[in-house]
């Protein structure tokens, strides 16, 4: 029976129907009822040669546009048939994680009963993810029936793209107080100070810049408007410390509070790289992310995935840069082991992470964490569910 396997019922029916009309015919001695019992049987079998010569005849490729994109942004997929003439139907369906965000109305599943003159058809359909991550998109089930569908074959082709989803990246404005370009001023640059190297820079004024800021001198001397840098000169720039332990985050999916330290990592690279500031990003064990620039570093969290690990030991954080940590839910020992990496203190986001999932019932209030941090030195914003980057990057 396999051998019938690409025959559809009816062809299969037609096929049975007409050897037994064949062997009726010889029974009864019948040469007409012979030819058309004859004339059934192959007719099936004539219907599956032109489905497979079909099937094997026609080539597929696919492209994306873009191949790479933010969460919420929309790709087309454009699939390219080419080949001869079709005798019969041609069906093709193509394979599509639900985080690569299919649409109800457009599913990418198509049938074509005719090809261009040229020997081809353009297909497309729409795809918005809904998560970040690398998707692959294929493979691609292609099958073709004859014009009486009493055969039908499928192909598949193995052949799958790459669509890689970025995470939400939000514009942030300003700098914590000391971050960066601060205005403050620590006792080792007053040190620097002391010896004759002076710890002011200057820049063009930039719409959003403290007036208090201006160094009114330097204006003269540039006859435009010039504004006070203080730079520590010793600073090597900023890192960027984003915990992925799975056991420190609640939720599912893209609104997960995994997902939210994800977005709020990605938005300070990408204002702190924007501000020409130097930025290392690392996770909770210290593994360095690709970048600068700002795309591998967005590539590397597009692909990244939770930590098995329960504490937050590593090796230590350089002293002579900031560290933005972005943190999970964090009991004391985590805390002892951060302040072990970085004892000078430095920015913490600290997620609230019992708001993304209140019916968990695992006590995760950010409060104590939160004080426990500020007393050890550390600047604190708690995000809660619901919170965007911006405000949480203007709550430090």
């Known amino acids: 029976m396999a051998r019938f396997s690409g025959l559809t019922t009816r062809g299969r029916c037609l096929l049975a129907g007409g050897v037994a009309t064949a062997v009726c015919s010889v029974v009864l001695d019948e040469r007409d009822l012979l030819r058309i019992g004859a004339f059934v049987a192959v007719l099936p079998l004539l219907a599956a040669l032109l489905a497979i010569r079909t099937r094997r005849a026609v080539r597929v490729t696919r492209e994306l546009s873009p191949p790479r994109l933010p969460v919420g942004g929309e790709v087309e997929v454009t699939l390219h048939v080419r080949g001869s003439a079709l005798v019969g139907a041609l069906r093709l369906v193509d394979t599509v994680p639900d985080a690569a965000g299919p649409q109800a109305t457009a599913p990418p599943g198509f ?87 002076s710890d002011v820079l200057v820049r063009p004024y930039r719409h959003g810049d403290e007036m208090r800021r201006v160094h009114w001198r330097s204006t003269a001397r540039h006859d435009e408007l010039m504004v006070r840098l203080e730079e520590r000169p010793w600073r090597a720039g900023t890192t960027v410390l984003l915990d992925r332990r799975d056991g420190a985050h609640r939720g599912r999916g893209a609104d997960s509070s995994l997902e939210f330290a994800i977005s709020m990592a990605a938005s300070v690279c990408a204002h702190l790289i924007g501000r020409g500031e130097p930025v290392d990003l690392v996770t909770e064990d210290g593994t360095p992310l690709p970048g600068p620039p700002l795309d591998p570093m967005l590539d590397a969290l597009a692909a990244l995935r939770p930590s098995a690990r329960e504490d937050l030991t590593g090796p230590d954080l350089p002293t002579g840069r900031d560290v933005v940590a972005v943190l999970g839910a964090v009991t004391a020992s985590h805390r002892e082991h951060l302040m072990a990496r970085h004892p000078k203190g430095g920015y913490a986001v600290l997620l609230d992470t019992a708001t993304w999932d209140p019916a968990d019932g695992r006590p995760g209030s950010a409060d104590a964490a939160a004080s426990a941090l500020r007393n050890a030195g550390w600047t604190v914003a708690v995000a809660v569910a619901g919170s965007t980057p911006d405000r949480v990057w203007d709550a430090l």
Do not use: C, K
Request: hydrophobic share 40%; proline share 7%; aromatic share 2%.
């Open 111 to 197: 049938t074509i009963h005719r090809l261009s003159g040229r020997g081809g058809a353009r297909l497309t359909y729409p795809l918005r993810p809904s998560l970040r991550g690398v998707h692959a998109i294929g493979p691609i089930t292609m099958g073709a029936t004859d014009p009486l569908v009493l055969a039908e074959f499928e192909r598949t082709i193995t052949a799958a793209d790459r669509l890689t989803v970025l995470p939400r990246v939000v514009a942030l404005t300003g700098l914590p107080a000391a971050l960066g370009a601060g205005e403050s001023t620590s006792g080792a640059a007053l040190a620097h100070q002391g010896q004759g190297s």
